[in-house]
């Protein structure tokens, strides 16, 4: 508040925490309509105490109050003041305050200071802020700092990590993603324990573009299967994995040659054509991994490529009425489009779905990417609002861009 003093302020917070620990013994008096509103109460002042905290060590810093002290460092001040704070915590919290005094994290250092964003995520975007500093093209630098700031606010450590990949995509110098890929490829490990009881652990490290391959294998032959009593499929999603690896395995082995597959084994990379044929940009798979140029143009000469680069005419993804029947070219179309089930709340990926029509085929509708969609199939009684025959027109979920 305007025209409040330190000394006022400081009083303030010694009553808050005396406060807190009286709402301990009273919380039975909280009515359950308002406990909500209380968890958030309390969110607000831990948000404000850290804020407050890591401003404290800027103080602390630009004044040479460590330097003046015993400790060592400021970690060290730190658990000397602090004496419920961790040594792991310390150390974040002072590297956390170290660069929201530099002016390249201004963005950032704003976010904290207000507590939008905790010590936490503000460490985890520094680190890969560092990490890309040297590898981002020219003027990108502002742009992916406000990035990672608007991404720590809402987010988790996990989307952190994942926001480099993609930055370093779009706004690395010219060769730094593909150089990255490559580097990946060298961590590719496979290695296996037996234990007593004869189960054996295989513990498995892919980079990229293998991992996109070996799902594009083993996702069609994991979806849930009805069990043998036609409920629902009883073994775990773990299992269901590493049931369709082995099967892949075993119908590798038996074909002797070139192994069988199918449409839904392929696997289908999105990339503009130009920075195909330049070897510049990324190309995209179903599931959103992210793959070098090169890697690309590697596959390109290594497997049937689909011709869905984006941009560029496709080829005929419309047989109208003359087929029922969908093609492996419209069936890839659909995987590109829809993602995966379009019916609301399914979260099915795209291989494991079947494709429909909208409007029946028999009552006039046709084979093409306007009447299609992805569904996942389900059980008798289940909700199947685009089931064919059920629907006529162009259901919501086609609707999106």
Known sequence: MEG????????AVRAAAAHLAQLRSVLFQVPC?????LAGELDELSRQADATAVATVVETDTRGVVAQSAAANTPDWLMSH?????PAEATRMARVATACRDPRNRPLADAVLDGRVGNRNAAVALTEIDKLRPRLAHGAEEQVVGWFTEVAADGFPKHLRELRRRILAVHGHEDA???EEDLLKRGCSLSKA?????????HLRLDPEAAAVLDAAIDPLSAPQPSDKGGPDLRSPGQRRADALVEVCRRAAAAGGAAPKTTKSQVIVTMDLESLRAGLGHGTTL??????????RKMACDATILPMVLGRDGGVLDVGRFERLVTPRLLAALWARDAGCTFPGCTRPAPWCHAHHVRHWVNGGSTDLTNLALTFPRKAGGPDAWSEGRAEGRPPCLDRP
């Open 4 to 11: 409040t003093t330190a000394t006022e302020c400081r009083e």
């Open 33 to 37: 309509t308002e406990l909500g509103a």
């Open 82 to 86: 602090m004496p419920g704070l961790a």
């Open 177 to 179: 993603f593909q150089r």
């Open 194 to 202: 037996v234990h007593d009881d004869g189960m054996s652990d295989y």
């Open 287 to 296: 599931t959103g991994e992210m793959l070098a140029p090169e890697t690309v």
